[in-house]
């Protein structure tokens, strides 16, 4: 793995931080459901077909919300990030690799700033960020689509070249791609099955050609990215 030339070490946060089979993020999926359900008054079956469309169409349900009903972004942010993060645990061994790894760590969501707080700080790796990026960062355009990617470029003033992205959504691994970052695909043995197809990670038998590296083991493939 030739990793040597990375200073910049970039992390998406639900479902990549900690594992997707934790099944965290589905108390986020629920509000999302409930949230549009009662903003668009549409029965929870309704709402929730409406949700996987935006997210697949617009990057996430939030911006679809935005942009065909002019919903405001912070009343539902709020409510959705509004969760139990107890089942959540802190992962020490991933608190070491991360510490470790040479150069500046980010974190690059299309959740809330105060999620990634929350989370982070929950996981106890907070602290070892330099910065974090919230989807109100990118005036509310979500990753997959290019223009976050370029503004956090800019804000962190980062060079693509010398940056790696780690992301459980492969479709949000192309941009960072073609700007010349790298890129990982972090995958779990979780249930995608209710997830629009293409917002599901591809999985190790269907490569994308913009994906670099796949794993399963994030603290282990950090470890093998750190020197010795
Ligand atoms: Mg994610």
Known sequence: MTLSHIRNWIFDLDNTLYRADVDFFSQIDKKMT?????????????????????????????????????????????????????????DPELRNQIKALPGRK????????????????????????????????????????????????????????TAIFFEDGVRNLEVPKHMGMATVLVTSDADWSDEPEITRPAGLTTKADFVDHITDDLPGFLAKANPL
């Open 106 to 161: 980010f974190i690059f969501t299309n959740g809330s700033k105060g999620h990634a707080r929350n989370v982070a700080s929950h996981l106890n790796l907070f602290d070892l960020f330099d910065g974090s990026f919230g989807i109100e960062d990118g005036d509310y355009v979500p990753k997959p689509k290019r223009s976050p990617y370029i503004k956090f470029c800019d804000i962190f003033d980062i060079d693509p070249e």
């Open 34 to 90: 409930a949230y549009i359900s009662r903003y668009l008054a549409l029965q929870p079956t309704e709402a929730r077909m409406v949700q996987k469309e935006y997210l697949a169409e617009y990057g996430t349900s939030l911006s679809g919300m935005m942009a065909v009903h002019g919903m405001d972004p912070t009343e539902f942010l709020d409510y959705v990030h509004d969760v139990d993060l107890s089942m959540l645990r802190p």
